[in-house]
């Protein structure tokens, strides 16, 4: 049974970065793509960007520049590092295991998630 | 981007009720399509995957449809455990992935 275990909260200045932890466990990490997904407040689910085996990296265009995705696989242990933070950035961030199968993909399962809040 | 749009957004119903809420994607993506189930405070849960398979574990009373351009989750009779908030996702561009804007499902 695969499950991830994501790093606590954090509260961060504007301008300033974040780096989040995903740890894996109960499966081959090496094997995965994980993915990054934000909530903000009262809001829905954003996609920001996911990290593969051997492809690397894919991210959305609105984080373009500002997020980095990277993985260890020593530790079975994902990050997402987000520079530039404004108070908009203010979310939840969860990470998923992106499943793949005949072309069909989904995330599952989810970290627990981690609230960043950014503010003065 | 592919853009998914969920009705209704919001659904009051009760304990026992069949609902069914409807995904439309902006261009077709055949059948990759997930649903995703969020209650307070949680992460969220896939239900579904492929449009129509139900991943292992979830109740038989969740089912998924459409291919396409239009989807629908259907619960058949709601338990108290059911009120959350739904989300879909395409999968078809695997370059973005895409969520619905959500549909709370409210006690009535």
């Known amino acids: 049974q695969v499950q991830l275990v994501q790093s606590g909260a954090e509260v961060k200045k504007p301008g300033s970065s974040v780096k989040v932890s995903c740890k894996a466990s109960?499966?081959?990490?090496?094997?995965?793509?994980i993915t990054w997904v934000r909530q903000a407040p009262g809001q829905g689910l954003e996609w920001m960007g996911r990290i593969l085996p051997i492809l690397g990296t894919n991210y959305a265009q609105k984080f373009q520049g500002r997020v980095t995705i990277t993985a260890d696989r020593s530790t079975s242990t994902a990050y997402m590092e987000l520079s530039g933070l404004r108070s908009e950035d203010t979310a939840i961030y969860y990470c998923?295991?992106?499943?793949?199968?005949?072309?069909?993909?989904?995330?599952?399962?989810w970290g627990q998630g981690t609230l960043v809040t950014v503010s003065s | 981007d592919i853009q998914m749009t969920q009705s209704p957004s919001s659904l009051s119903a009760s304990a026992g009720d069949r609902v069914i809420i409807t995904c439309r994607a902006s261009q077709s993506i055949s059948t990759y399509l997930n649903w995703y189930q969020q209650r307070p405070g949680k992460a969220p849960k896939l239900l579904i995957y492929?449009?129509?398979t139900l991943q292992t574990g979830v109740p038989s009373r969740f089912s998924g449809g459409g291919s396409g351009t239009e989807f629908t989750l259907t619960i058949s009779s709601l338990q108290p455990e059911d009120f959350a908030t739904y989300y879909c996702q395409q999968s078809s561009s695997t370059l973005m992935y895409t969520f619905g804007q959500g549909t709370k499902l409210e006690i009535k």
């Open positions: 998923a295991r992106d499943v793949g199968s005949f072309f069909y993909n989904w995330l599952d399962p």
């Open positions: 109960g499966g081959t990490f090496s094997a995965y793509t």
């Open positions: 492929g449009a129509s």
